[in-house]
Every structure is written in C-alpha cells, then in structure tokens.
C-alpha cells in the first residue's frame, strides 16, 4: 500500500502561482513513476505532469512552459510549481503514485480566479 498527501492548493488570482507538495509513504519502490493529474467539473480526470525516479518527465501541452514537476527521492516526495495561473487551470489536483499498481492522493482544489 502507498498512502499519498497532497498539500498546497488555494485561491490565486490570474497571473499567479502556487506551489503543489506530495508527500508518499509506505512500500515505496525505488523505480516508480509519480505526477499530477487535475479534474474540473464536468470533465474527465486529466494528465498534468509526470516524472520517473530517473527524471524523466511527461507534460500535458496545456502547461508546458508554465508548470514544472520535480522530486525528492530521498524524501519520497513530488512538487509541481505552477506559474502564470489561468482560470482553465481551476481543478482538484491529485497525486499519484505508480508501480504496477497505482494510488492517488484525495485532491487539492486549486482556483484561479479574480
């Protein structure tokens, strides 16, 4: 089991930025893949930004250029910094964990408005 914490969410004007943590616990392997998805109402469960415990990293076209993932391995923990926040970037953001199974985190409401 990977229990994971998503902290960091809130209520940012466009334009700004806010700073999403992840924090997992338990059998961790060394080799996994972990990321964010985001899911805004009405819609399906989306891909934001992934990256491998070897630093290789994924991003929905969306965001290229304004978020950025990164990780501690050593700390089992995974952050996305968000920059130049736009109102389509409002969504619950979840964490998540894979390695042959996948866990995710219980979301973060992220909202982007004036």
């Known amino acids: 089991q990977v229990q994971l914490v998503e902290s960091g969410g809130g209520l940012v004007q466009p334009g700004g930025s806010l700073r999403l943590s992840c924090a997992a616990s338990?059998?961790?392997?060394?080799?996994?893949?972990m990321g964010w998805y985001r899911q805004a109402p009405g819609k399906e469960r989306e891909l934001v930004a992934i990256m491998t415990s070897g630093g290789s990293t994924n991003y929905a076209d969306s965001v290229k250029g304004r978020f950025t993932i990164s990780r501690d391995n050593a700390k089992n923990m995974v952050y996305l910094q968000m920059n130049s926040l736009k109102p389509e970037d409002t969504a619950v953001y979840y964490c998540?964990?894979?390695?042959?199974?996948?866990?995710w985190g219980q979301g973060t409401q992220v909202t982007v408005s004036s």
């Open positions: 998540n964990y894979e390695h042959i199974l996948t866990y």
């Open positions: 338990g059998s961790i392997f060394r080799s996994n893949v």
